[in-house]
């Protein structure tokens, strides 16, 4: 494999390899992308301070996730059409997670399903869920991923309806995924995407095929949520699935303390403070102006998780300095995975790791618990 320096080479590579149509999906914000960029630019703004003259031979990246020791303060977070980056790509990104010894989440949107996924690796993963209209089906998913083993459940609150992605319109996005006559062209100039995808176990949503109503035609992604996606989801349907899921349970899509607050209430014990990176609420805050003031209102009484806009150690190590016991993230490693498969998520799990393992050395810190707002320069 090629050596890939950080995340924005697996970045490119993903882009010369994987169709115009999904690497778009990928990389896409809603509407005027506002959200999407503040996640990033509002990150940059933050400096780190740089300490000399202190012992920093012995240093430590190991923390704990939800009780579970970790080597990073890191989970891969759930993609839809994950798969799309690369055939069978669930299975690949979620066996580079478990040989870093970090969690992987797997989307209810994903192409390999629960039980792909659950035959393919040696350890248990996260699920997401995102609640739907069907709440027979709703039910059977949850019992599907206590069947698999997963360790925890990731629900995900932010996406009752869909923030709307313009390229996704323009290149008629479909649900299943279609691969139109105007997209054979791009594809013909991809033929190892291609072969991969061929040589995937599936081409659809391996979670929902068989299993949901209105899977046979295509229609647009949009009208597809549109149609399944239950709107009326609130605070009293948590009780529903806590007594169907009997494991850990995290709250993701938190951007507001009211909300955090609420959870707490509910007996929800670990959020994750996202913004779906910036696919949904455009005008929303960047998750990290939302981190610090998240942690000081409920950082005590929960664990907050954080993610949106890391592409590099030392975002992580920003984000840790605001609070976050942890992070996750997105298109950080599916870049890996459209790069060069498991190969490539492996190198980007590898690149932030080695980053923020420098980044604390140069910061002066040799352990995840001695980061705190001490470590920034300024805001
Ligand atoms: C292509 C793509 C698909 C996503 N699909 C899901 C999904 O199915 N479920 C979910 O909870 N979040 C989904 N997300 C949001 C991510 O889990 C995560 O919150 C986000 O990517 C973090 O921002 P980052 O990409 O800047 O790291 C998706 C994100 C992207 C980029």
């Known amino acids: 494999m090629k050596t890939f320096p950080c995340i924005e080479d697996l970045r490119q590579q993903a882009r010369r390899n994987v169709p115009k149509m999904f690497f778009d999906y990928a990389e896409a914000g809603s509407y005027a992308q506002e ?16 300490r000399v003259l202190v012992d920093v031979s012995a240093r430590d990246t190991s923390t704990t996730i939800l009780g579970e020791k970790v080597p990073l303060p890191l989970a891969l977070g759930p993609i839809g059409l994950g798969g799309m980056m690369h055939g069978d790509g669930e299975i690949l990104a979620c066996r580079a997670a478990q040989a870093a010894g970090i969690p992987y989440t797997l ?21 997401q869920l995102y609640v739907m209209r069907d709440r027979g089906f709703m039910r059977e998913l949850i019992e599907r ?10 629900l995900t609150v932010d996406l009752q309806v869909l923030g709307q992605r313009h390229c996704d319109m323009r290149n008629g996005l479909s649900v299943p995924p279609e691969i139109k006559l105007k997209n054979l062209i791009d594809i013909a100039t991809k033929p190892a995407w291609a072969l991969s995808i061929l040589k995937g176990k599936r081409k659809t949503f391996g979670n929902l095929a068989g299993h949901v109503k209105g899977m ?13 996606f239950d709107p009326t989801l609130n605070w009293k349907d948590l009780a529903w699935i806590k007594s169907h899921w009997p494991g850990k349970l995290l709250l993701k899509g938190i951007l507001d303390i009211e909300d955090a607050k609420i959870a707490i209430k509910e007996g929800v014990t670990t959020l994750v403070v996202s913004n779906h990176g910036g696919r949904q609420l455009d005008g929303a805050p960047s ?59 492996a190198r980007a799990i590898e690149i932030l790791g080695k980053e923020l393992d420098v980044t604390m050395a140069l910061c002066g810190v040799t352990s995840i618990k001695d980061i705190d707002r001490s470590v920034i320069a300024e805001i």
Do not use: H
Request: one cysteine or more; aromatic letters at 6%.
């Open 35 to 50: 959200t999407l960029r503040a996640n990033r630019t509002d990150f940059e703004r933050i400096k780190l301070r740089q």
């Open 216 to 228: 046979e035609g295509i229609t647009s992604l949009a009208q597809w949520t549109a149609s399944q």
């Open 145 to 154: 991923a206590v069947a698999a083993k997963c360790s925890a459940l990731m």
């Open 287 to 345: 998750s990290i102006t939302a981190l610090p003031r998240m942690v000081d209102a409920v950082g005590s009484r929960i664990e907050v998780m954080f993610d949106g806009g890391i592409r590099s150690g030392a975002d992580l190590m920003r984000a840790l300095a605001l609070g976050a016991r942890s992070c996750i993230v997105g298109r950080s490693y599916i870049y890996g995975l459209g790069a060069a498969g498991q190969a490539g998520v």
């Open 107 to 127: 989307s209810t949107m994903s192409v390999c399903s629960i039980e792909d996924v659950a035959a393919a690796v040696d350890k248990p993963f996260w699920f």
